[in-house]
């Protein structure tokens, strides 16, 4: 069985840094490409960032890059995201994604960032 949990998540003022994870479990997590996801109240989920399963690549939203980064540690078969000056609209219920199961998805874990 495979499961994502994403964990970090919380409240933070503008300007603030989070680091969010998520363990994956029932897959060869060294691999898989992974992603992140995240989606707003009213909103469809959008991609925030992908990594490959080797880890020298990676890929970001527009709105992100230059702020967060995409990370894995394959020895504690875990995805991260740090999110460094964070803004108002980079609140979100973020989750994690494994490229080659796009139709599964963890419970997410909530970033509320204030004004």
């Known amino acids: 069985q495979v499961d994502l949990v994403e964990s970090g998540g919380g409240l933070v003022q503008a300007g603030g840094s989070l680091r969010l994870s998520c363990t994956v479990s029932?897959?060869?997590?060294?691999?898989?490409?992974l992603a992140w996801f995240r989606q707003a109240p009213g909103k469809g989920r959008e991609f925030v960032a992908a990594?490959?399963?080797?880890?020298?690549?990676?890929w970001y939203h527009d709105l992100v890059k230059g702020r967060f980064a995409i990370s894995k540690d394959n020895a504690k078969n875990t995805l991260y995201l740090d999110m460094n000056n964070l803004k108002p609209e980079d609140t979100a219920q973020y989750y994690c994604n494994i490229a080659s199961k796009p139709n599964l998805w963890g419970q997410g874990t909530q970033v509320t960032v204030s004004s």
């Open positions: 029932g897959v060869p997590f060294s691999s898989v490409g």
């Open positions: 990594i490959a399963h080797y880890g020298g690549e990676s």
